[in-house]
Every structure is written in C-alpha cells, then in structure tokens.
C-alpha cells in the first residue's frame, strides 16, 4: 500500500475486487472518506459524485439528456430531425443520428444520391442518382461523347463544300442543306437549271457541275447590211478600190470572225474568193489574189464563227454589190491585197540592222489571213542559200525572232520571204 499526495490510498494485490466492488489487483482508497460527501471520480459520464460506504468516489450514470441515471442512453432510440435518415440512435458520443434512406427507400440502402444507377435510356452514359433521387445520365452526343456539345442540331460540317449550314440530325447524320449556284441554302438555282450568261450570242443557258453559268452558242445567220449599220451593203453599187468604200454584215451577238464569199451573178465567168475579218466590216481595196474586176456585180454571203474559224455558222441570204467602172489612178495599188484587213503597207522589217550575227527580229504586216505559213531564205552576195526555214503566220502578219545560223560570216546578206504569192525582199548585214 502507498500513501499518495492527494491523501489517497494505492493498494495492489492478488484480488479482482475489494469490499464488492470490481478491481483487476489495484485499488485507489480515500484515507479519510466521509460516506456521502462529493467527489470526482475521474470521469464526465457520471455525476454527481460523493462517496460510498467503501470509500469509493462514484457517480450514477448521466445519459445523453444530461439526466443522471436517466433512460436516454447511447444505443437507445432517438429522433435526429432529418427526414433523410431512419433507425435514429444516439452513439456513444451522445450524438442522435440514423442512417440515410436511399433512394428506394430503404434505410441504409446503397442507391444514394451520387450512387450509380440506369435510367434506361440508351441515348445517356454515366448515370447517376442526383439529389433528388432521379436517375439520370449525361446524353451522349454525335461523337459518342457523354455530355459533349455535338448534339441534334448542333453545327458540325459534313465534307461537302456545296451544302451548308450543316448540322446533325435527330440520326447523328451530319448534313446541311445544298447550296445553289448563287450561294443560297436550298436556292434554286442548281447545276441544269436555266440561267442568263449575259452573252446574247447563245442559247439555252444552264448552270454547268462548276456552277458556271454556260449555253449553246447561236449561230444566227448574217448577211450585208440593209441599213446605215454602219453603211448600207446589200446591193449597194458604185464601190471603189481606192479606200473609201466599206462592205459591213450585220451582227452576230458573240461572234469573233466573220467570212464573206463573193461569186459572180449569172451569166459571168465562175468566180469564187473568200475572205475573212475579225469585225463585221471592212474597206474594199484591190487583192492580189482572185481580186474583184471592175464594173462587174457579185453576189455575196456572210457567215459568222465564235472561235475565230474552226467552225462556222451556215452562211446567211446573198445580196449583191457592184463594182465600179472607175479606174485606179497611176500605181495607187499598193503591194499587198489585203491592206483592207490591217490599215497597213506590207513592208518587211529586220532589225537590229545590222545585227551581231545572233538573232532578227523581223515583222511584216497585211499578209492574207487566210495563210498560215511563210518561207524564209537567206543567200549570201554570190547567191549560195546559207539558211532556209518555215515561219508562222497569225492573223496576217508575221512577229518573229529568228536565230541566225552562228556560223555567218560578217557580211552583206539578202533575206527573201514568199507568202502565197507574195515575195517580199529585204538587204541584213552581220557585223560584229
């Protein structure tokens, strides 16, 4: 036994209880208790305290309630005041509580709001029972996302260039109304409808695959003008070769080249010359080839083309004209047929002349159209032929550079070039 500084006995021994009360071989006495007097034996759950016959500090039980010895123990049923919860008790710490209700309400139950669950709908993923005990899911959109924003009606873009607005369909099928040629959803204006080229030479115009709009070319017929248009040729009389008069078609709206046919009338020699132009008129002056004779009537006819003469369009009415009986005054004839078709002498030019032997350049202008082709021969002083080639000819007239052979010693050289029936005959001299 030990006597401690507060006046409290400490027995220990080979005893389980002392005076009936339970001790596992160690005991605490009160040196001078007075039976009924208060105490604190140590602990908050009992009160109020005082001691026993024994000696021994004791206090009945105080429940959750505060009342000593009262019924209100831990373990014993209570009401928390939440509707949330049942089987309410109060635990050991004296606090009331149950346990949740879920969401079929079983008390305890898993199926708590957060919990997972199936709401049966296929369209949703991930569901779940909210708050309030509604199962629910987030819906998957178009892309197979939960939650994601590629929902029904919803933009999206399908590929196609010519659809739009697009947007997804209650299938997830991503498509937009057709754009029309205009650039209007759902407009009208689709490739194969009618449309207005703007062009009054053709017909029939449709929107092409490439939404451009496109028709038949129209070959309406032309013949020599019967008005001031801008003179009057069918059956005009009286026309010189001396530049003042003009031949004129009427128009075919679109066309790039017109042809006109002169034939003799009955009762003269065959005569057939064509002749053609990049515009509906021209100024009659004398052709070198099959040229028109004096005093005689032609009949003539005019067709149209729209690329430039690979193909035309049928030949209109014939309607004549005549030439007069006028003579030419002395050596007005020029020496080309055809100034008609460019307003210029036919003059062949080389330059730089003299050259450094390299490269000419070499022009020559109002060639018959109808010639695609020139030769070319240069022959030194003594007439040797040092170079011979084919130039091209485009729209009448000859625009070149010719290389010259490298081997041309400097010199005075003669360049010929031969159109149908033309020659024409020009002086180069190489001098390095």
Not at 225 to 243: E, Q, Y
Request: glycine share 12%; proline share 7%; hydrophobic share 35%.
């Amino acid at each position: 036994m030990v006597l401690q500084p507060d006046g409290r006995i400490l027995a220990g021994g080979a005893f389980t209880a002392f005076n009936g009360i339970g001790r596992n071989h160690i005991a605490r006495l009160w040196g001078d208790c007075v039976v009924g007097a208060s105490c604190d034996d140590g602990l908050a759950t009992t009160g109020p305290d005082s001691f026993d016959t024994n000696c021994f500090c004791t206090g009945p039980v105080v429940d959750c309630v505060g009342v000593p010895n009262g019924p209100v123990m831990p373990g014993t049923a209570c009401d928390d005041g939440a509707s949330a919860t049942g089987n309410d008790v109060y635990g050991v710490d004296c606090v009331c509580a149950g346990q949740l209700v879920d969401c079929f309400g079983v008390i305890g139950g898993p199926a708590l709001p957060g919990s997972v669950c199936n709401d049966g709908d296929i369209a949703t993923w991930g569901d779940v029972y909210s708050a309030d005990c509604v199962c629910v899911g987030l819906l998957l959109d178009c892309m197979g996302l939960a939650g994601g924003s590629a929902l029904p009606g919803s933009g999206c873009n399908d590929g196609v260039v010519t659809t739009g607005p697009d947007s997804w369909g209650t299938d997830c099928i991503c498509t937009g109304p057709a754009i029309d040629c205009l650039g209007v959803p759902n407009g009208t204006a689709l490739p194969g409808t009618p449309c207005d080229d703007g062009f009054p030479g053709t017909a029939n115009d449709t929107y092409n695959a490439f939404c451009i709009c496109t028709g038949e070319a129209v070959c309406l017929p032309s013949q020599l003008t019967t008005t001031a248009d801008p003179v009057v040729s069918c059956g005009a009389v009286n026309l010189k070769f001396n530049g003042t008069s003009t031949i004129a078609a009427t128009e075919v709206p679109g066309a790039n080249k017109y042809q006109f046919r002169f034939t003799n009338t009955a009762g003269q020699p065959a005569y057939a010359r064509t002749i053609a132009f990049p515009t509906r008129s021209f100024t009659l002056t004398p052709w070198y080839t099959k040229p028109l004779k004096a005093g005689r009537t032609y009949n003539v006819q005019v067709h149209a083309s729209f690329d430039n003469g690979a193909t035309w369009c049928d030949y209109g009415p014939s309607c004549t004209v005549k030439i007069s009986w006028t003579p030419l005054a002395p050596f007005a004839e020029p020496r080309g047929y055809e100034a008609a078709y460019t307003g210029e002498p036919m003059e062949l030019l080389l330059y730089p002349n003299p050259t450094n032997g390299d490269q000419v350049r070499i022009q020559l202008s109002g060639i018959d159209p109808e010639l695609s082709n020139a030769t070319l021969d240069i022959t030194d002083l003594f007439g040797k032929r040092v170079m011979s080639t084919i130039l091209p000819l485009q729209d009448g007239a000859l625009n070149t550079s010719l290389a010259l052979p490298g081997a041309l010693a400097d010199g005075l050289y003669i360049v010929t070039i031969v159109t149908g029936e033309q020659r024409f005959i020009e002086r180069l001299m190489i001098q390095r």
